[in-house]
């Protein structure tokens, strides 16, 4: 069976999966239930000078009829009496000596933060976690994203972190910035043991339509939020991906965060370079049992693929993610629809017609409702394969024989590409584009 | 075998009715409107003999906006709120969805409707307003789902419009001829006062037009008449016995019971004769009016009854038992009806032989005739230049529902020979295109 227990930095637990500093990290009886219920890790919720927080913190977005496909929150750190949470982080650790419990800390001055350092390690933590990515309140007084935002004020806050502690560093970067490496090479720079990310989005979650105030709404006004859940994953992905590639940043375990929900979310993570992944949004929705479908379906994964330790595959598709110039032009791809599989919605008709490329009939009987690709005008580009609503329905087939290889990059040098606005090498030169008058006919 | 105990009060009664589709509440509705594909030129759509944009009044549903929904519905079928609740949904806008052929349940479309169209009424806003006044009149006779489709529309495009109703309350069949575990009266009368109320159409109840004066009157004081006039009577049977007490029309039972409710007394054995949705309606009544028995009767196979196949599982399910292949012969009993004699029957060269010699008697205290209504034949005649088909059916164009008597317009049981609420609640809203379309050209 796969062994599941982690070495993040010298941070030991028993298994990948971490609790994210956020609610569910609140207090020592929240971790408990966390730990009994499987959880090898706890990132606590950030320790500071205490807050005072608004009533009414949280929004969602609610996709159809999904809960909570998006969230935001305006809460901010811990609003608890330090000497409380130092309390219940030793009792956490006398009943789990082996599971990671990580301080997150977010203060002003150096001092604070050699004060606090000291404090939360006497305490008994494995690990700490900088918060430089909160992107409400806490930003507004300097702290937080503030700090994320500016790669220099970061690495001297890493830098004084790193004169006193003792136990592993972790930065938590702000996803708020232009470019992620940025502040990742100065949490590297800086000396820091990892690299968390990401925290989360600023954002506006959405505006009542009677009151015209944002939410979640505090006495008629808002502000903004930061975003998280299954709709930001794609972005964690890529910036994990960007620091993993790094040649320089690789050099420190990467913690991802961002939109975990699944066993496949925690696969992806690992796949992209990460070597723990934390949840929030996932156990704010349904508890922390949630846990036992992340944790049976990466052990199945890892029993199907033969890998004994999460090391076996972490990182493992990152030397496919490149960059676009050196993506193979010469590859080709159509789409194939099943007829015993279609329902005859016709949407990908529609979608391909008014969002694409015009490459889908509808069949001329008005009784059979299954269309057909126009093989000569498909460009390979999914839409009909993503909005079909029948499983392996309609599949993308290649045409190409594999044989023939050439890139943006190469096809550059070779002084094979468009170069002027009316250049024969166009891609789209001579393919098939209805006429726009026939737009008038085409009410079918 | 009975599975209803005999209704003894109002309360008894409504459990054993109790309405088959009932209303969604509002996150039944969230989930089932999050389902729809929004299918391009979606087989629903092409599916509702009124053509409701079923895909759009569904997204309206999700995204909270249920009065555009009910917009929506009532903008193709004046009567979406009945529609809803006792469409055979199962074969027409529901049977439609692409969902069936991946073995999901379809959505719920029937029901969605209910429930847009039902929420907006209670609200009571008005969200139709009657066209700007074009100093036409129209007369409409009869208050039917064909003649208030009829009148809505030609409210909305400036005509002045009033109903005569022969009986005291509008909806025709709707409100007298539909099993009561389909729809109640007030869901129905409700419908109807809420668009009666901001459309502004009378409606002149008690009102029968029977007589050639009374269409002259009409002739010289409406630009034109619409004919909504449905069917008549259960047509008799030409047998033996069956003018004795207790033999009764399927469409005077359901009236009566439409009506009465508990009041109405069903005995303990009842013969229902006929094989159409009218037979199994009667058959299902008969039984949760607490029969001890019900037979249905027809003369028939079962896989040639014209009834659909939801309609007979439903009056099986409520105790309902079934005879095939048999025909009624005579009525049995002295001042009461005692039985049904019944002969066998078989199919020779595709016709249909009832042999005398194989027949038995079937007791029974009640006898259900539900084998078709009689058409108007002698009101028809009052009427000049009027042509019927050879089955007594009003002959119409069928894009504008214009008679042969351009003056009058027909639409409904009266020109399809009886069809469901939807088909007249369709031709009565052409129709009304139809009058506008003459009598702008005119």
Partial sequence: MADLSINFAGIKAPNPFWLASAPPTNSGYQIMKAFEAGWGGAVWKTLGVPVVNVSSRYGSVNYRDTRMMGFNNIELITDRPLADNLKEIEEVKKYFPDHAVIASLMVESKKEWHQIIKDVENAGADGIELNFGCPHGMCERGMGSAVGQEPDVLKLIVEWVKEVAKVPVITKLSPNISDILDPGLAAYQGGTDAISLINTIKSIIGIDLDTYAPLPVVDGKGTNGGYCGPAVKPIAMHMIRELAQHPEISKVPISGIGGVETWRDVVEFILLGATSVQVCTAVMHYGFGIIREMETGLRQFMDDKGYNTIYDFAGKALPNITEWKHLNLEHKVIAKINPDKCVGCELCYIACDDGAHQAIAL??????RIPSIIEENCVGCNLC?????VEDCIIMVQTDDGTKHSTWDER???DEVPVTFNDDRAGGKGHFVPKPTDALKNNI | MAEYKKPTSEKEFQKNFKQKKSLMNNTEAYYESSRCLFCY????????????DIPLFIKQIQTQNTEGAAKTIFDANWLGNACGIVCPTGVLCEGACVFNHQDVPPIQIGRLQNYATNKTINTKKEIFKPGKSNGKKIAVIGAGPAGLACACELRTLGYTVDIFEAKDKPSGLTVYGIAPYKISNEEVLKEVAYLQNQLGFTIKYNSAITTKEQLKILENKYDS?????GLGKTADLQLDGEDIEGVIGAVEF????????HKVN???KVVVIGG???AMDAASEAARMGARKTVLAYRRSKKEMGAYGFEYDLAISAGVDSLFNVAPIEIVGKERVEGVKFAKTEIIDGKLQIKKNNVFVVRCDMVIKATGQAKQGSFYELIDDLDLDPKTKIVVNQETFQTSNPMYFAGGDAVNGGAEVVNAAYEGKMAAQGINQWLTKK
């Fill in chain 1, 363 to 368: 069949s001329k009987d008005a009784t059979y």
């Fill in chain 2, 225 to 229: 008449i619409f004919l909504g006039i």
């Fill in chain 1, 412 to 414: 550059t040098i070779a």
């Fill in chain 2, 41 to 52: 030129d979606a087989p629903c759509i092409q599916a509702c003999p009124t053509h409701i």
């Fill in chain 2, 266 to 268: 069903v005995p303990n």
């Fill in chain 2, 254 to 261: 359901i009236e009566d019971l439409r009506m009465h409710h």
């Fill in chain 2, 276 to 278: 159409g949705n009218t």
């Fill in chain 1, 385 to 389: 394969s993503l909005v079909c609503p």
